[in-house]
């Protein structure tokens, strides 16, 4: 049985978003599936993702993140900020 661990909950969405793993680095194309309060799901292909990582999105401000979870090209990450 599946137990849900959020701490807020989830709107689903499908925006695109831009994924950084470094100052100075470029950001690589995204797509965010569902975002909450405390942090997103993420669909990226060919990517190997750090664990922490930078999430800029159409709307808002860039926010930091540590991945939580992966599976294949998708993968959720907490905000750290």
Same mark, same amino acid.
């Given at each position: 049985?599946?137990?849900?661990?959020?701490?807020?909950?989830?709107?689903?969405?499908?925006?695109?978003? %831009?994924?950084?793993?470094?100052?100075?680095? @470029?950001?690589?194309?995204?797509?965010?599936?569902?975002?909450?309060?405390?942090?997103? %799901?993420?669909?990226?292909?060919?990517?190997?993702?750090?664990?922490?990582?930078?999430?800029?999105?159409?709307?808002?401000?860039?926010?930091?993140?540590? @991945?939580?979870?992966?599976?294949?090209?998708?993968?959720?990450?907490?905000?750290?900020?």
């Amino acid at each position: 049985m599946f137990v849900n661990r959020r701490q807020s909950e989830r709107r689903v969405c499908r925006s695109f978003a %831009k994924i950084q793993f470094g100052t100075g680095t @470029l950001p690589r194309d995204c797509t965010i599936t569902d975002v909450s309060s405390g942090g997103v %799901k993420v669909i990226a292909e060919h990517i190997d993702v750090p664990s922490e990582f930078t999430i800029i999105m159409s709307e808002g401000r860039p926010r930091q993140c540590r @991945l939580a979870w992966r599976i294949g090209y998708e993968f959720g990450a907490q905000f750290l900020d």
